[in-house]
Structures are given as C-alpha cells and as structure tokens.
C-alpha cells in the first residue's frame, strides 16, 4: 500500500492559520524565533511536535530531528543493525530465546520461494497463485495473511494483506503482488489475533504499541516512551506515515493519554481525542497484556545489547503481547511527541549524559 502524499506547504500554512486551537500568530512567530536561537537552527519540529497548538507550553523540551536521529547512531552498532533491519535474520534470531513472534508461513528471494522447507520456482503469476492456495490449504485456520518486505519496509510501506477470498476474486491484484514480490524478498506471515479490546478499538487494523528502549553502560535496560498506532480507515497498517494515529501511553498504568496524533505533513493540524470510526475514546483506554508487553520490548532488547536505542513494535495478541519487530533506526519523532518531549525524560537524560561525559 502506498503511503499518503505530503501535503504542500501553503496547504500546512492555511490549516494552522485556521486552527481554532493554535497558539496566537505572535506567540508562534516569537517562540519559533526563541528556539531558532536557542537550537542555533531553524525549529522544524516546532509544527512537527505540534507545538503551535495552546496546550504545549513546554516547547523547550523537545528537541530537533536532525540531533535525535544523531544520538541514535552513537548508540547502536552498526554491524549488528542487519539483525533488526532484515526481518529473516530478526526471526531466525530471537525465534530461539522462545520469544512470541508471528508465524512465518513462506519467504522468497525473488521467483524462488521457500514453504515447507522446500524451495521453490514460481516463474509466473499462476505458478505464484499455486503457491499461495497450497499455503492457505495447509493452514485452514487462517482467513488471511500479511505480506512485508524482508528488508526496508519502513513506515508500513510494501506491507500488504491477502485475504483467502481475494485468491479466486481478484486475478489483478494478484498478479500486481507477483509482479512486486517477484523483485525482492518478501516474508509471509500469520495475521496475528489481536486481543477483542483493541479489535473493538479497530478492527481493520493491527493495533500496535511503540516502545522505545536504552540501555546503559551497566546494561540497565529502560524504556523511554510507548505510543499505541491505529489506522483511522479501513487500512490494514497502522503508522503515522501512512495517514494512521498515535496515542500516547501511561508506562505505569498502561492507559492511553488523552490525545491522537498522526504525521502533521501527511495529515495537517488535526488532533483527535476518539477513534473516527469506532468512537472510542482516548483517555483512560486500558491496553491489555501491558506489563507483558513492557516486558517482553525488555527482554528482546538484552538479547541484542549492541543496539542501545531501539524501537519496538508490539502487537497484543489474544492470549499475549506477539513481537512484530525492531529498529535500530525507528521514527524517534513519534516516540518524543507522545512522550511530551524528551528533555524531561529522565531515561533521555541518561542518555545525554552519557554522550555529553563520553
């Protein structure tokens, strides 16, 4: 699925400026004239962060993308990214500490295709068809399946769903998959059942939880922020790049903050405070499983203590939380924003200790 196009910069422009929730044009154009000085840079974040609205009064503490995205080189290895970043390597990896991950069903490389521990050609799209009525035949308990790119799906870019009917029903998009499944590598995985309380949240998507983890020179592991993602369509992905929502999370309580945030060059202004489709309100939604899924985000990360800083995506499953994936280079925005900016954050300001004391 491609993700949404960024919205024209007078089109940004004219949506603060109509903002019934917008700071006064004064006080915006004085504190982006602060932060310049104060970053030495021009403050970008400032309308990424949301900053410009009336209730963020603390816009000292967030800090630009381009020094975030900094720290996050300085603590991560990069000879071991490959592990997280390739999501073969990252299932054949953590598959053997027994920890929840989704069920890889098929990979390929390209027109050779591995399923059942066999490799196999699948030179045209009826050969590929094949291949996929064999998978869900062996598999009858599954209604569908998800498809991402071994390498480089960022943002819930090249991830697609494939329900069993679509088989018989639509030889166009089949035929478009195998044309880009064909180029590259793909995995082939389980849908994994979300827990009823996020299906009622959404259901068209896979609802997940962000985390961000650090750990430190004695290998405390802690974790920095956590945000839910939903869809706010019918979208089978959940990111903010792709038009979806984030929410912030209590990491004591495990319940939702009161505001919904998406990607303010993707999406504009707009703050919500309940699900546009189902209705369910923000503040206070309990996320089940929430100590499991904090727990296990920890447990994946002392696994890999080569990569300090990650971003881990956390689905919660019917029976548990399921680990989707790692980043090395995750969106830190998404994680500072929900957080209410990182300055005060008191794992983050380990972390600028330890990069300022070397």
């Known amino acids: 699925m491609a993700n949404p196009p960024k919205l024209k910069p007078a089109v940004l422009i004219k949506e603060i400026i109509n903002d019934p929730d917008r700071k006064p044009i004064l006080k915006i154009i004085s504190e982006i004239l602060f932060l310049t000085f104060f970053h030495g840079s021009f403050p970008r974040h400032y309308f990424a962060r949301y900053l410009f609205k009336k209730d963020q009064t603390n816009i000292r503490d967030y800090y ?6 900094k720290i996050k080189a300085s603590f991560n290895d990069k000879e071991l990214k490959e592990v997280l970043e390739n999501k073969l390597y990252y299932d054949f990896y953590y598959s053997q500490f027994k920890i929840s991950l989704p069920v890889i069903l098929m990979y390929n490389h390209k027109n050779l295709f591995v399923i059942a521990g066999k490799c196999i050609r699948a030179n045209n799209v009826s050969d590929f068809k094949i291949l996929l009525q064999d998978l869900f035949k062996q598999n009858p308990q599954l209604d569908s399946i998800f498809i991402k790119r071994t390498y480089g799906s960022y943002g819930g870019d090249s991830v697609y769903k494939l329900f069993r009917h679509q088989l018989d029903a639509n030889d166009e998009m089949i035929a478009g998959l195998y044309a880009e499944v064909s180029r590259a590598g793909f995995l082939f995985q389980e849908t994994v059942k979300q827990h ?5 949240f959404n259901r068209s998507s896979l609802n997940t939880m962000r985390f961000d983890t650090f750990i430190d020179k004695n290998g405390l592991i802690e974790i920095l922020s956590g945000y839910l ?10 990111n903010a790049s792709s038009g979806g929502y984030m929410i912030g999370v209590d990491l004591e309580t495990g319940k939702l903050k009161k505001n919904g945030y998406s990607s303010f060059t993707k999406v504009g202004v707009k703050v919500l405070s309940s699900h546009p489709v189902t209705n369910v309100v923000f503040e206070d939604f309990q996320i089940p499983f929430f100590n499991q899924a904090k727990q296990i985000v920890i447990d994946a990360a002392g696994l890999m203590p080569g990569l300090r800083l990650v971003g881990w995506d956390v689905a919660i499953g019917e029976t548990g939380p399921v680990l989707i994936e790692g980043n090395s280079d995750y969106n830190v925005r998404g994680n500072e924003l929900n957080a209410g900016g990182y300055r ?3 794992v983050f300001r380990k972390i600028l200790n330890e990069l300022n004391n070397g």
Do not use: C, G, I, M
């Open 64 to 69: 630009p993308d381009k020094f975030l995205y």
């Open 196 to 200: 009823p309380d996020l299906d009622a």
């Open 229 to 238: 993602r939903t869809s706010t369509t019918n979208h089978h992905v959940d």
């Open 344 to 346: 005060a954050n008191p």
